[in-house]
């Protein structure tokens, strides 16, 4: 069994600080890069990409809504045209820096009300799949169970990599439970020994305690949540732990 660790970061912006990213890095296998519209500037992109690099961790976009005030997390109503470009613009942003450390980028993966919207609308799906073929058709886009990402993806012909939360909700459809900030974490072990079921089991208990299947491919970790550089920690000991590989999709 394996499983990749991803991690949202790179999501400083200026002199307001999110996470600390470099004590989370060595515990994952991919990071998802913040490109400006929510959070992270150019100096933080570059810093990101370079401990990235130190690290051996893939790379990955993690495009947004213009929406620096709301850190991405508040709905906007836009086009397939205007998502589109967003996408194309951010990964680009990023891309450039990735040249200058020799890095390909592996994934992308939305932020936010973004991402959260293109799970469920099949026409802010299809903008984001079609402007991420256009760039490089092997990028991986990242995509909850059962969702329009996961099925246009697959009928589109772009690899998916099914995500799966350690500091969030699951709710029935498979989904997650979507904050405007990071909860604090009461106990790392209960949140790792649920993360080790994901793998081993593909079982999660939702928030109005069902217990469903779930695939994950992937399993993410959100730098701003209070405490994520020991919750990482705790999670990839945990698996380690229970003989689960933890490396990138790429390998």
Same mark, same amino acid.
């Given at each position: 069994?394996?499983?990749?660790?991803?991690?949202?970061?790179?999501?400083?912006?200026?002199?307001?600080?999110?996470?600390?990213?470099?004590?989370?890095? !060595? &515990?994952?296998?991919?990071?998802?890069?913040?490109?400006?519209?929510?959070?992270?500037?150019?100096?933080?992109?570059?810093?990101?990409?370079?401990?990235?690099?130190? &690290?051996?961790?893939?790379?990955?976009?993690? !495009?947004?809504?213009?929406?620096?005030?709301?850190?991405?997390?508040?709905?906007?109503?836009?086009?397939?045209?205007?998502?589109?470009?967003?996408?194309?613009?951010?990964?680009?942003?990023?891309?450039?820096?990735?040249?200058?450390?020799?890095?390909?980028?592996?994934?992308?993966? !939305?932020?936010?009300?973004?991402?959260?919207?293109?799970?469920?609308?099949?026409?802010?799906?299809?903008? =984001?799949?079609?402007?991420?073929?256009?760039?490089?058709?092997?990028?991986?886009?990242?995509?909850?169970?059962?969702? /329009?990402?996961?099925?246009?993806?697959?009928?589109?012909? =772009?690899?998916?990599?099914?995500?799966?939360? /350690?500091?969030?909700?699951?709710?029935?459809?498979?989904?997650?439970?979507?904050?405007?900030?990071?909860?604090?974490?009461?106990? &790392?072990?209960?949140?790792?020994?649920?993360?080790?079921?994901?793998?081993?089991?593909?079982?999660?208990?939702?928030?109005?305690?069902?217990?469903?299947?779930?695939?994950?491919?992937?399993?993410?970790?959100?730098?701003?949540?209070?405490? /994520?550089?020991?919750?990482?920690?705790?999670?990839?000991?945990?698996?380690?732990?229970?003989?689960?590989?933890?490396?990138?999709?790429?390998?």
């Amino acid at each position: 069994m394996k499983v990749d660790l991803n991690c949202d970061m790179g999501e400083s912006f200026g002199v307001f600080e999110v996470g600390n990213d470099e004590e989370i890095m !060595p &515990y994952i296998t991919s990071a998802n890069i913040a490109c400006g519209f929510h959070g992270g500037d150019p100096v933080v992109i570059r810093r990101s990409v370079e401990l990235a690099k130190k &690290y051996n961790v893939q790379i990955g976009a993690h !495009p947004s809504f213009p929406d620096l005030m709301g850190f991405g997390r508040r709905f906007m109503n836009c086009t397939p045209s205007e998502i589109k470009n967003y996408i194309i613009y951010q990964l680009g942003a990023l891309r450039e820096f990735a040249k200058i450390f020799d890095i390909k980028i592996q994934h992308c993966k !939305p932020h936010g009300a973004l991402y959260m919207h293109a799970m469920e609308d099949e026409q802010t799906a299809r903008a =984001i799949l079609e402007a991420i073929a256009e760039i490089e058709e092997e990028i991986i886009v990242f995509a909850l169970n059962h969702s /329009a990402v996961e099925y246009l993806g697959n009928k589109m012909g =772009i690899p998916i990599a099914l995500e799966a939360y /350690a500091d969030r909700e699951h709710t029935k459809s498979g989904s997650i439970v979507l904050t405007r900030r990071g909860e604090k974490v009461s106990n &790392y072990n209960a949140l790792a020994d649920r993360v080790v079921r994901m793998i081993k089991e593909q079982k999660v208990i939702t928030n109005t305690g069902e217990d469903i299947d779930i695939k994950a491919d992937t399993i993410c970790i959100h730098s701003d949540t209070p405490g /994520a550089s020991l919750l990482t920690k705790t999670i990839f000991n945990s698996l380690v732990e229970n003989n689960i590989k933890v490396e990138s999709l790429k390998l």
